[in-house]
């Protein structure tokens, strides 16, 4: 009975309260009920390593399919979601092997709650990054009628492409483009670079260190002549010792056609093979053909004859030697007004140095010498192969007096 006094007491506010509670509840429900927005969301890759690059990232999915919990006054754009994988963990390689990489969906407003996405995990490729060395090729596109390109001058003959590895090693060479104008200007300027492919396709995705090249062309319309020295190429070295004198070319002159960039190589000579002359010590002589640039021909079809002239090195010594006075009478004094001259002698260094000096002499001749004083040119006689460069003083005095009279000895007792 006081269970049945307990529920009936008050019953009508009872009841109240739980219709309230209902009503609620209802309301709560409504409110919270999981909708689905209809748009997409591209996926943005963070925390890619440097030695790798996300190949395909254009055709990434994108994320879908997107459910939520949100009152009905909230807004919900593409603004309101912002989808990511996180690349730190993922495979590096340059054999093409995927990793499986989490997609992570996330909204900037409180009022939205994510229920559910899709997709919520994708297979990615991270490709290695490496580096290669190509060529840079010119392409001048179509020249001109009556014109006549030259050789291009590059500033770089070669470049560094970096990159993923499957599109580094597409790459045969980097294109320089130019264009060669009708009125046959040379072309002198600087020319970005693009990776090309073997069929000649462009390839993205790289990096090319320079980016541009100067490219230079000489553009002509006819074949130039020039006559032009020949210029002996005279390799290795000569014994020790000896030097070069002089060196004899037949032709001295040749005639060389081309077109005006190849002639600009020779900068005004014509070049031979190498002549070499290691360790030689006498003249050489040898029969050699010019070593003329691409692009150049001459009309010289015999040898070039070349004759390097060689002699022992040759200097001078200077040294004091003592004066002798030649054919002098016995009854006559010499008084010298110099004992000694210095003399310079010149020949071959070798020759110099193995020299006896102390066997060196000057001569005054005095056998012709009466009673008196007389000024008398001195001479000296030095061995073959060397020369008297100057003798110092020339001449010297040489005072002649008759010898004196004996002493008459004692007479016996």
């Known amino acids: 009975m006081r269970v049945l006094r307990f529920i009936v007491h008050n019953w009508p506010l ?114 290695l990054i490496v580096h290669k060395a190509v060529p840079v090729q010119v392409n001048s596109g179509v020249v001109p009628s009556g014109l006549s390109p030259g050789t291009a001058v590059l500033s770089a003959a070669s470049v560094d492409v970096s990159g993923p590895a499957t599109f580094v090693r597409k790459v045969a060479y980097a294109e320089a483009r130019v264009r060669i104008d009708a009125s046959g200007l040379d072309v002198s300027q600087d020319v970005d670079l693009t990776a090309r492919d073997a069929s000649d396709a462009t390839v993205d995705f790289l990096t090319l260190n320079p980016a541009r090249v100067h490219v230079q062309i000489q553009v002509g319309s006819e074949i130039r002549s020039e006559s032009v020295p020949v210029d002996p190429i005279v390799v290795g070295a000569q014994a020790a010792g000896y030097v070069i004198t002089s060196v004899d070319v037949t032709p001295p002159i040749v005639s060389v056609h081309g077109q005006a960039d190849a002639l600009a190589l020779l900068k005004g000579k014509a070049g031979t093979k190498p002549i070499s002359i290691s360790g030689a010590t006498s003249d050489v002589s040898a029969n050699v053909s010019l070593d003329l640039p691409t692009g150049v021909t001459s009309d010289a079809t015999a040898p070039i004859v070349v004759v390097v002239h060689l002699q022992p090195q040759s200097s001078t010594r200077s040294l004091a030697i003592g004066v002798v006075p030649v054919g002098a009478h016995s009854d006559r004094v010499y008084t010298l007004s110099t004992l000694s001259v210095s003399v310079t002698l010149g020949g071959a260094t070798a020759a110099l140095n193995a020299l006896d000096t102390s066997t060196l002499v000057a001569n005054a001749s005095v056998a012709d010498l009466g009673v008196g004083t007389f000024t008398v040119q001195v001479t000296v006689t030095v061995p073959a192969g060397i020369k008297v460069v100057a003798v110092s003083p020339v001449t010297i005095t040489v005072t002649v007096a008759a010898a004196p009279s004996p002493t008459p000895s004692a007479s016996a007792p």
């Open 14 to 127: 009872k009841i109240g309260a739980v219709l309230v509670a209902v009503i609620l509840y209802g309301a709560m429900v409504v409110l919270q009920t999981t909708q689905q927005w209809p748009g997409t969301i591209a996926i943005d890759p963070v925390n890619g390593p440097t030695d790798g690059f996300l190949l395909d990232s254009a055709a990434l999915p994108q994320v879908h399919g997107i459910k939520y919990i949100a009152a009905p006054d909230v807004p919900i754009s593409q603004s309101s979601f912002q989808a990511t994988i996180d690349l730190s963990n993922a495979k590096v390689s340059d054999t093409g092997e995927s990793s499986l990489v989490r997609v992570v969906l996330k909204t900037g407003d409180s009022r939205i709650q994510i229920i559910d996405y899709q997709p919520q995990q994708i297979s990615v490729t991270l490709d």
